[in-house]
């Protein structure tokens, strides 16, 4: 069985501040990874993911985030947030049967000016 | 454009109503999916099909049912529904094969509020 935990429910942060949202994962699978994002009254969209390859894992507008297969997280960063970042980011661990995600509990990320 | 398109932004019914929720997506997937979205529960998995009239249970499918008649669309329907189903339903949809390797291209959500 899978699970993911975010650790943080809401995360406030100041305009242009660095970012930090945590995910944590438990799989006895290979592992792959996602973090979505969930506008205001919008459905989700991808942020990026990872499947194999290189650790670090760049996505869209300025977001990376890092697999670390020791400490069984994907935690996901931005040197410098925008107002527009406001929004609610979902992490998922992808399971190796085929075609289904297991969603953390979600991060509200609340940037303020 | 890719898109799926849910029928209903906001739904309002009465306790014991039929609902029927319907998902479109223009991108021939093959899997599409039904979620129910709460608060800090994160979303949490309702039924899935791979293909044309199959279905298969997520992790919550009591009170549920689905309905995949044609490749397009995928639907969900509560037999009675009842106040604990007031909630977000998101519709989802995917590549076969690619629900691991590929992307969850989602719906704008479809609010139900069971008075």
């Known amino acids: 069985a899978q699970s993911v935990t975010q650790l943080d429910s809401q995360v406030p942060v100041f305009e242009e501040a660095p970012v930090e949202l945590r995910c944590n994962y438990s799989s006895s699978v290979s592992v792959y990874l996602f973090w979505y994002v969930q506008y205001p009254n919008q459905g989700l969209q991808l942020l990026l993911k990872?499947?194999?390859?290189?650790?670090l894992v760049k996505g869209i507008n300025g977001f990376e985030a890092e697999f670390n297969k020791s400490q069984t997280s994907f935690h996901l960063r931005k040197p410098s947030v925008h107002i527009s970042d406001t929004a609610e980011y979902f992490c998922?661990?992808?399971?190796?049967?085929?075609?289904?995600?297991?969603f953390g509990g979600g991060t509200r990320l609340m940037v303020k000016p | 454009d890719v898109k799926v398109t849910q029928s209903s932004r906001y739904l309002v019914k009465r306790t014991g109503e039929k609902v029927f929720l319907e998902c479109v997506q223009d991108m021939d997937h093959e899997n599409m999916f039904w979620y129910r979205q709460d608060p800090g529960l994160g979303l949490r998995l309702i039924y899935f099909s791979y293909d044309v009239k199959m279905k298969e249970k997520g992790d919550i499918p009591e009170g549920y049912s689905v309905s995949r008649e044609k490749k397009e669309r995928f639907s969900l329907i509560l037999e009675s529904a009842s106040t604990n189903q007031t909630s977000m339903y998101l519709c989802?949809?995917?590549f076969g094969g690619g629900g691991i390797t590929g992307e969850l291209f989602f719906g704008e959500g479809s609010r139900l509020t069971v008075l």
């Open positions: 989802a949809s995917s």
């Open positions: 998922a661990v992808g399971n190796n049967a085929g075609n289904m995600l297991t």
């Open positions: 990872y499947l194999s390859g290189s650790t």
